[in-house]
């Protein structure tokens, strides 16, 4: 049965990445200003053990403190974010877990207003601007979203399929599913599985365990394919690549 | 910025502790073996807030035994051996000795392979140990070492020395193949670009000094997890340094100079510190109670500190100005501070991993840590786009003409 057919594969512009998310911002603020950073119009990033605080009665546009006298402060354990600049700004979506260290808060909503309480190593993959009109005389493709033909590949059938197609020699493929909008919690899953999360525990991300949250303004997709062949021109882009 | 909590789970290492149990599980400097003497058959050992004794077995085996302690005794407490007495029914750490110390492992189940780094490979006639108290936390004092900026402040002389009287001193020799000395270099280029990389042994730190007409300067530092660092030195050594607790508010630095080409000038190494230090605790002779013998007419013509020209002093003076444990409630790290980012991240991961019975995921704990290799570690200075391949080649051309197997 075929797996994935020319009509099935869109070429995008982009790139895998890593970056340091500022601190003592709104988490918001800090996701806008990286993404703005990377030209991307559209990235998903993962975050791993990042303190955080919450500041009573400080206005979101207000800088923070020297001195900080009242602190909710907790750990993200982790989250896998999407965010994608829209005409009014940006949509922020995804799932984590996080807990508050000095109060009892249990909401299942992440408010994005918190402050991360250090800057947070993130990495992830990005789209570029105008990644719906790439240009496909390029013989270079970063990175791809894929529809399978077949029902319910699996991943490495999708990726075997795939990779084949676009002429690669290696790629890494994440599943996609629509996003919610905001960060849910999600508990009990195994984070040793989560894309773009190495540990150096010797598994790789799963392929579909994880889905990736997917914008809705894009066309629907099911997977998302990264480069990873060893003789790409974009060495750096490839050194990221092999380790999501 | 971060609570209280948060700072105590990555600082504090005592027994139960997060931050401790993590520790536990790799092999920690114990004592220099230059401590333990005929005259002194056992050594007091003040670590990871156990107070112990080192001793040799009658199977000839060395061993951390509990001793009886004082809850007033002094954190770096030395008394003489016959003033030890052993608690029997205690714990019994093993202990293994190398390259002039003596190295403990404190954790549970089987202790972890000591990887090939070249501060243990090189043979004894090519390594020189040391160590050092400082009266501060093991991780304000580990921060500083990853920190490729804080050299350019900390560490400006004023005025270079001749290179050539730069023999056992950090941050004296020329840099690279040039004849620009080090000190010039950090000086006049204070704002390096800086990589992190993971690894398998921690983290590669590269600082990126841009110069004039498209060449730069290369630092390659490195992280060891979970405390200790690999620097350059000089072109001929690097510094394997551990930043190891003995409580919450105390700590020593163990150092391994590891020289690539000639043998190391032991007496003469140890005579440069010990002008510095004291025996037999190796405590700092500046210090916080004489303000490290700060010297204003230094500082306006020599150092940026005016607290002369050791570099440890500089880093002993900035870390345990903090306070004994750095209130990291009023911290605020940039993206300058990446290395420290991304060593905290580490940190966590490993407390989690732990926690929740996880110790595949810790780093270096399974038998690949014996063939881990490295690190390259070096200063180089070359065109600006062939930075990377030009670190490489240095290191690879300092390994060939080693006359012992630093091969990687």
């Known amino acids: ?35 703005q950073r990377q ?7 993962t975050l791993l053990h990042a303190p955080f605080m919450q500041i009573g009665g400080l206005a979101e546009d207000a800088p923070v403190p020297l001195h900080l006298r ?45 402050r991360l309480g250090e800057p947070a190593f993130v990495r992830g993959v ?20 894929l ?9 490495d059938e999708v990726r075997l399929s795939a990779v084949h197609h676009l002429g690669w020699q290696a790629g890494k493929c994440f599943a996609l599913k629509p996003a919610d909008l905001g960060i849910r919690r999600q508990v009990g899953r195994d984070v040793q599985t989560l894309p773009f999360g190495s540990d150096h525990s010797g598994r790789e991300a799963s392929w579909d365990d994880w889905p990736l949250p997917m914008p809705g303004h894009l066309r629907p997709a099911d997977w998302l394919l990264v480069n990873a062949s060893p003789d790409q021109v974009r060495r750096e882009s490839l050194e990221v690549a092999l380790r999501l | 910025m971060i609570s209280q909590k948060l700072n105590d789970q990555i600082t504090r290492i005592g027994p139960g502790t997060s931050a401790g149990e993590v520790l536990r599980r790799y092999w920690q400097p114990a004592a220099l073996t230059d401590e333990l003497t005929e005259a002194r058959p056992m050594v007091p050992v003040n670590l990871l807030g156990e107070r112990l004794v080192l001793l040799r077995q009658s199977n000839g085996e060395f061993v951390l035994m509990t001793r009886e302690a004082c809850p007033d005794e002094p954190p770096a407490y030395y008394p003489e051996s016959d003033a030890l007495e052993v608690v029997q029914n205690g714990p019994r750490y093993p202990v293994v000795e190398m390259k002039g110390m003596y190295f403990a492992y ?21 390594v020189f140990a040391f160590k050092g108290i400082w009266e501060c936390n093991w991780l304000q004092a580990l921060e500083v070492g990853i920190d490729p900026s804080h050299a350019s402040f900390l560490h400006r002389f004023l005025q270079d020395e001749d290179p050539e009287d730069s023999y056992g001193k950090q941050f004296r020799d020329k840099a690279a193949h040039t004849n620009m000395p080090m000190t010039q270099v950090l000086r006049e280029y204070p704002r390096p670009d800086i990589e992190v990389e993971e690894t398998d042994f921690g983290l590669k730190i590269t600082a990126l000094r841009h110069l004039e007409n498209d060449f730069t300067h290369v630092r390659v530092t490195n992280q060891i997890f979970p405390e200790a660092i690999c620097i350059p030195m000089s072109r ?8 190891v607790p003995i409580d919450d508010e105390n700590c020593y630095w163990y150092t391994l100079f590891t020289s690539f080409a000639k043998p190391v000038d032991k007496p003469l190494m140890r005579e440069q510190r010990l002008k510095e230090h004291r025996l037999p605790d190796y405590a700092p002779l500046k210090n916080r109670s004489n303000d490290y013998r700060f010297d204003p007419e230094e500082q306006k013509t020599l150092t940026y500190t005016g607290m002369g020209l050791d570099i440890n002093v500089h880093d002993q003076w900035a870390v345990e100005s903090m306070g004994q444990i750095q209130d990291r409630t009023r911290e605020h790290l940039g993206r300058g501070d990446a290395a420290i980012v991304r060593y905290r991240l580490m940190l966590r991961k490993a407390i989690k991993a732990v926690e929740s019975n996880r110790e595949g995921a810790l780093l270096m704990r399974d038998e690949a840590a014996a063939t881990i290799v490295g690190p390259l570690s070096n200063d180089a200075i070359t065109a600006t786009g062939d930075w990377k391949e030009a670190s490489w080649e240095a290191d690879k051309q300092r390994r060939a003409e080693c006359p012992w197997d630093a091969t990687v």
């Open chain 1, 1 to 35: 049965m075929t797996i994935i057919s020319d009509m099935g594969i869109r070429r995008m512009e982009g790139r895998p990445f890593e970056d340091i998310l500022d601190g003592y911002f709104p988490l918001r603020e800090s996701i806008r200003q990286l993404l």
């Open chain 1, 39 to 45: 030209g991307f119009s559209a990235m998903w990033i």
């Open chain 2, 236 to 243: 001929e050594m690097t510094i394997t340094q551990w930043h």
């Open chain 2, 106 to 126: 404190m954790g549970p189940s089987a202790a972890p392979a000591f990887p090939k780094f070249d501060c243990f490979r090189a043979p004894d006639s090519h």
């Open chain 1, 126 to 145: 990005g789209l570029i601007e105008d990644c719906n009109t790439f240009d496909e005389e390029n013989d270079f493709t970063p990175l791809a979203f």
């Open chain 1, 70 to 114: 009242k602190i909710y402060s907790g750990m993200i354990d982790h989250m896998l974010l999407l965010a994608f600049s829209t005409p009014d700004g940006m949509v922020l979506a995804g799932t984590g877990d996080w807990i508050f260290v000095d109060s009892r808060e249990e909401n299942d909503l992440f408010p994005d207003s918190i």
């Open chain 1, 147 to 155: 529809q399978p033909e077949a029902p319910s590949p699996s991943g």
